[in-house]
Nanobody, 129 residues
Framework: EVQLVESGGGLVQAGGSLRLACAHSGFSFDDYAVAWFRQAPGKEREGVSCINGSDSTTYYVDSVKGRFTISSDNAKNTVYLQMNSLKPEDTAVYYC??????????????????????WGKGTLVTVFS
């Protein structure tokens, strides 16, 4: 069974940094895409970043480019999201999601929450000014 467990959320001042971790099991990473999404209260779930486990291609929503970095430690079966220069508008519950690469037809789908089958329970990030 696919399992995804997020950690690393917390309270941080604007301009600070956090590193989120998604520990995964139950699948071969090189056959999957693993992505980070976030959802603020009253807002739609938004794709933040994604990594292709086969070719290591990464994707970022425009609002986090240059500030966030997604990476994978295959030995630890963990995908990370390093978040720097955090802003209050980054406040949200952050979710890790995964799906087999063969389920995607277009690059845009990597950042769509509707395309993913497996999800973690989320970790809360709160950024204050």
């Amino acid at each position: 069974e696919v399992q995804l467990v997020e950690s690393g959320g917390g309270l941080v001042q604007a301009g600070g940094s956090l590193r989120l971790a998604c520990a995964h099991s139950g699948f071969s990473f090189d056959d999957y895409a693993v992505a980070w999404f976030r959802q603020a209260p009253g807002k739609e779930r938004e794709g933040v970043s994604c990594i292709n486990g086969s070719d290591s291609t990464t994707y970022y929503v425009d609002s986090v480019k240059g500030r966030f970095t997604i990476s994978s430690d295959n030995a630890k079966n963990t995908v990370y999201l390093q978040m720097n220069s955090l802003k209050p508008e980054d406040t949200a519950v952050y979710y890790c999601a995964a799906d087999v690469l063969t389920s995607f037809l277009y690059e845009l789908e990597y950042m769509s929450p509707w395309e993913y089958d497996d999800w973690g329970k989320g970790t809360l990030v709160t950024v204050f000014s």
